[in-house]
């Protein structure tokens, strides 16, 4: 049986093609004759390569002047890069005690003729850890120059094709059927992590992957950290509930926020709740073409400020999501923090939250969506319930 017949591409090999195309012009703009990609994201982006390898030293080398792609990697991941991707040549670097991959590196540039050269180099991903961006730097000492490239490459996987967003889509169905089940789980009595478990139940039922990183399910005073915690904690009569999770589809996030209410409703929840959602509204209609994701933030800024909550929010309000794999669920750069320049384009998805949290009252809320930028105004892609969710 032929290798092809086990090809298990989630894209046409014609757009991996002009993926590549699109790159390799970008090599030349930026002056350089290769790129060393260190980033999944990226490989999975141009030649559909899916894995959790690049925990370890892995790189693929793309040529700005040739169709050839090379990927040095380990023994574990051969047969998957050959299935799962269109590149030809797979080098494998064999673990030792003495193992340097970073010079078999250097060997592969010396035979693509790259001595003396302009490389470029991705430096901005979890894929090139420092102890192994030294190895490189100091295998490729005196034989090329190295650039880093790490926002161009980011950048030409910024907007999303049609067969991109049909993944997102199907990502932001998963979302929304998750968040119901979710809300329809939450009770006095039971453990966070029941609700957590009913998410991964809910996705990974619907075809999703796992996610990219754990999921942030916090209640009580939990509710005020901004990150997901360790440990079990049983829900209250009186709770305060924030969720904030990404459902991955063939690699492709979409991101919700949500807060739950269990027993009464306090005065001050229901103010925070009305202002957060003014305010993301207001973040919403702002993602136009042409204009800065500085001025979404702005928008944020400037409703929770003018409603006494400057000291309780934070100091961005989203940022692009897309292909990602663990640790996170964020495909950033870009980010929605104040005066960031880069301008909204069609076809960008971009998750947006509002988090407000009283550390004074110990309230917190949290709301959020992911959304795409078109030719006019911005589809959500999950949109939230339309009141809040108090369960009495």
Not at 85 to 111: C, H, K, Q, V
Not at 154 to 159: A, P, Q, T
Not at 161 to 172: F, P
Not at 373 to 390: A, C
């Amino acid at each position: 049986m032929s290798e092809s017949t086990h090809k298990t591409l989630n894209f046409e090999e014609r757009e991996f093609r002009e993926r590549l195309s699109h790159a390799r012009d970008m090599l030349k703009t930026e002056g350089v004759s290769a790129a060393l990609l260190f980033a999944q994201e990226t490989d999975y982006y141009l030649t559909g390569y899916d894995t959790g390898g690049f925990v370890f030293f892995q790189c693929l080398i793309l040529d700005s002047q040739t169709d050839s792609l090379t990927l040095l990697t380990r023994r574990p991941d051969l047969v998957q890069a050959r299935d799962t991707s269109i590149i030809d040549d797979i080098r494998i670097w064999w673990d030792s005690d003495e193992a340097n991959p970073a010079l078999e590196l250097r060997e592969i540039l010396n035979e693509k003729g790259l001595s003396g050269k302009q490389v470029g180099i991705e430096l901005s991903t979890h894929g090139l850890t420092g102890f192994n961006h030294k190895r490189v730097a100091d295998a490729l000492d005196g034989f090329c120059t190295l650039v880093d490239i790490s926002w161009p490459l980011r950048r030409l996987r910024l907007c999303k094709s049609n067969s991109e967003l049909a993944y997102v889509r199907k990502a932001a169905e998963l979302c929304n059927q998750s968040l119901s089940d979710v809300i329809a789980t939450a009770k006095p009595g039971i453990p966070d992590t029941a609700l957590k478990a009913t998410y991964l139940k809910t996705v990974l039922e619907g075809g999703a992957d796992m996610p990219a990183n754990a999921p942030l399910f916090n209640s009580g005073r939990r509710a005020l950290y901004g990150r997901g915690i360790s440990g079990i904690r049983l829900l209250e009569a009186n709770d305060q509930i924030v969720v904030e999770y990404p459902v991955s589809y063939r690699r492709y996030n979409v991101k919700t926020e949500w807060t739950i209410i269990l027993g009464e409703l306090h005065p001050q929840q229901e103010r925070m709740y009305e202002v957060a959602r003014d305010a993301l509204s207001q973040m919403t209609d702002a993602a136009r073409p042409g204009n800065q994701l500085g001025e979404i933030f702005e928008a944020h800024a400037s409703v929770l400020d003018a409603a006494g909550y400057k000291e309780h929010r934070y100091g961005a309000c989203g940022y692009s999501v897309g292909i990602s794999c663990a640790p996170t669920s964020m495909d950033v750069p870009p980010m929605i923090y104040p005066n960031a320049s880069l301008c909204c384009e069609p076809g960008m998805t971009l998750f947006y939250h509002v988090m407000i949290t009283n550390t004074d009252s110990g309230h917190a809320m949290g709301v959020g969506h992911t959304l795409l930028v078109t030719d006019d105004k911005p589809e959500v892609l999950n949109p939230l319930p339309h009141e809040l969710s108090v369960i009495s």
